[in-house]
């Protein structure tokens, strides 16, 4: 009759009638309550996470135009792919920013670590805005787009590990998943805003504006995002318990505990982030491509489609496999369910795309896929942080996040794409998928599954 997961708790509406004491019963209310500051809190954690996701959607529209006032050459695609190698170096500093941001959280504190987090973000998207092009400063623009991407990168990569923890260890124990779940759901959130915010500059502003200023207005739309995130985190300050989370210890070598006493646990988170990244990749990528370009008589809108329709469902999807997790007495079992459903359906997916004669069938393995996804990256997240060391956690869950994102996620599009293109095989990138969800497989296996109190 009380099992609800947002609202106050009326302790003096609950009674004795079973003869419970009214001192357990208050325990039991402050396990299963979760107020609206906290899911205020959560929403703020959740939106740095997604801008560097909205960095990138913004960069497929506008990278053209980035190259050409940054990197100059005479042949366009040269500039257009050093700026996109110039965009990706921010995947480089995220493991040095899970690490150090990591321990800093897990020696001064989370939000402490989750503020200086949105300050470097911030810093990073404002050089990007604000940057002069190559033929009023020459070099140093190349040099100062490098130094924000590094900053960006620093910054999402130490905020995912800081954001985590700080969600667990916040959260009543029995609603750990549909907080983190609901965390997770920012990173759908961004892809949406990117992908439209870049169809609605292209629509209102002439070709020349979107040249001139128009992709720095877009970039220039996630710094309230940043704002936003800064402020509410910024309340949390004076507010108990959260701000009691992780305290201050400056005696505490978390890189040197990490790396001395929990490589068993980099390991397997880092290899867990196959199955998290590398489906979803290799289909937004080529998917879109391959279904609107080659074997569907259809438009090109199948390309914003594909990756809309699987954000959509992220957000939809994540806080409800939380709420499900929630109700399990384990996560390893819904996790390993999920992957060897990814797995099949991957491959199912590639393996019958050209025999598709319609995009309803790519469609629905597409939710399949995304639903797979969002259940086992809720229940893995749950299962990785629970498992990991309390004063470790920031920096332990944090690293092996930027390590696997950049070792799968960052090479899957390039990876899917050479595979289809040597072997002229759709199927190959199925058998690339069912590769990296058998590593994950093999590590949720490893992964001791525990309960922490705190």
């Not at 050459?73 to 040095?96: I, K, N």
Request: glycine letters at 10%; one cysteine or more.
């Amino acid at each position: 009759m009380f099992d609800f997961y947002i609202g106050h708790f009326d302790i003096e509406s609950i009674g004795d009638a079973k003869g419970n004491d009214m001192a357990d019963i208050a325990d039991m209310a402050r396990d299963r309550c979760i107020t609206p500051q906290l899911l205020h809190a959560v929403f703020a954690t959740s939106l740095l996470n997604g801008l560097a996701l909205f960095d990138l959607a913004v960069f497929a529209f506008f990278g053209a135009m980035i190259g050409d006032q940054l990197f100059p050459f005479t042949e366009p695609m040269t500039s257009l792919l050093l700026a996109a190698a110039t965009f990706g170096v921010g995947l480089f500093a995220r493991p040095l920013g899970g690490l150090l941001l990591g321990a800093y959280a897990d020696r001064r504190g989370r939000l402490p670590a989750l503020v200086l987090s949105c300050w470097l973000a911030t810093l990073g998207t404002a050089m990007i805005v604000l940057c002069p092009t190559y033929e009023r400063i020459g070099l140093a623009a190349p040099l100062i787009f490098v130094v924000a991407r590094l900053l960006q990168g620093f910054a999402v990569g130490g905020e995912v590990g800081v954001a985590a923890a700080w969600g667990i260890e916040v959260a009543p124990p029995s609603r750990r998943g549909f907080l983190l779940g609901c965390q997770l759901a920012g990173h759908g959130l961004a892809p949406i805003l990117g992908a439209s915010l870049g169809i609605l500059l292209s629509s209102a502003l002439l070709p020349a504006q979107l040249f001139d200023w128009g992709w720095r207005l877009a970039f220039a739309m996630g710094l309230p995002l940043i704002g936003v995130a800064y402020y509410l985190r910024w309340k949390l300050r004076a507010r108990a318990p959260f701000n009691s989370i992780a305290a201050q210890d400056d005696q505490r070598e978390p890189v040197a505990q990490t790396f001395r006493h929990h490589r068993a646990f980099l390991l397997c988170a880092t290899m867990l982030m196959g199955f998290r990244t590398v489906p979803h990749y290799a289909i937004v990528s080529l998917i879109p491509q391959y279904v609107g370009g080659r074997s569907v008589t259809g438009s090109m809108g199948i390309g914003l489609l594909v990756p809309a329709f699987a954000a959509v469902l992220v957000i939809v999807l994540s806080p409800v496999a939380g709420i499900v997790i929630d109700k399990l007495p384990r996560r390893k079992p819904l996790l390993l369910v999920c992957i060897g459903g990814t797995a099949i359906a991957g491959y199912l997916l590639f393996a019958t795309v050209t025999r598709s004669g319609s995009a309803a069938l790519p469609l629905v393995a597409i939710a399949s896929i995304t639903a797979l996804i969002a259940f086992g990256e809720c229940a893995a997240t749950v299962l990785l942080l629970e498992a990991a060391p309390r004063t470790e956690r920031a920096t332990a869950y944090g690293t092996s996040y930027a390590i696997g994102a950049g070792i799968f996620g960052s090479t899957a599009p390039l990876a899917a794409t050479v595979l289809m293109k040597s072997t002229a095989n759709p199927s190959s990138v199925g058998w690339y998928v069912l590769v990296c969800s058998l590593l994950s497989a093999v590590a949720a296996v490893a992964v001791k599954e525990r309960r922490l109190g705190r």
